[in-house]
């Protein structure tokens, strides 16, 4: 079945470092969305991506849906506090179910 | 505009006892989506519900679970005779459109309920 794998599983960094987390499809994808988890809250939509090489832009966050919609990536620019969490990407190949990947969790030291 | 509501927030059970879970969408949305979260995993899909139809169940377990989104009143997920490995966190999302091809609308999440089983 399709799959949806994440990198990093972690990723920790200093207060104004960037942050990048990327998003890998077994199948081709229609669209791809990306959420973020708080620790101990629940999902929230951020974006949803959907033409092949398609960036989209919210502030410090950057998305980007690769040419094949096989691949995902998000780019924070200088962290902050409040950026920490679990972002999660989730692919939906025509299924008509989302698959998500396992998430990259987010530290950021002040 | 409330969102989606589950509860209990928290459950506590024993083993073989019966859990059952609660999900009220956002209003206007006829479409239910359950998943399962373990500790540092991602979200598991587990079935996906319209009103008085099951849509797809596939990420379910074939025993002990059902799930069910009767014409009135809250998407139910029922785990029947509970064991320890069903400990984790059980999310409810909503839209107000199917997912179809291209055509994807967002997911609303509610604020989980916790299982666990002792």
């Known amino acids: 079945g399709q799959q949806v794998m994440q990198i990093p599983q972690y990723q920790h960094v200093q207060e104004g470092e960037d942050f990048t987390t990327y998003c890998n499809s077994s199948?081709?994808?229609?669209?791809i969305q990306w959420y973020k988890q708080r620790p101990g809250g629940h999902p929230v939509f951020l974006i949803q991506l959907v033409k092949s090489g398609e960036v989209k832009k919210q502030k410090r966050l950057t998305f980007q849906f690769g040419e094949a919609k096989k691949n995902s990536s998000l780019h924070i620019t200088a962290t902050q506090t409040t950026d920490v969490g679990t972002y999660f990407c989730?692919?939906?190949?025509?299924?008509?179910?989302?698959?998500f990947g396992k998430g990259t969790k987010l530290t950021v030291n002040p | 505009n409330a969102g989606v509501m589950q509860n209990p927030r928290h459950l506590v059970r024993r083993r073989g006892q019966e859990a059952r879970l609660r999900c009220s969408p956002m209003k206007g949305h006829s479409h239910v989506y359950w998943y399962r979260q373990l500790p540092e995993e991602g979200l598991k899909f587990m079935v996906y519900l319209q009103k008085e139809n099951i849509i797809d169940e596939s990420g379910m377990p074939k025993e002990r679970f059902s799930a069910e989104f009767p014409k009135e009143g809250p998407s139910i997920l029922r785990i029947q005779q509970v064991v320890r490995g069903d400990s984790a966190a059980y999310f409810c999302a909503s839209s107000p459109i199917a997912l179809v091809a291209g055509v994807t609308d967002t997911q609303y999440f509610g604020p989980g309920t916790r299982l666990t089983v002792l």
């Open positions: 989730a692919g939906e190949g025509g299924s008509e179910k989302l698959v």
């Open positions: 199948t081709t994808l229609s669209n």
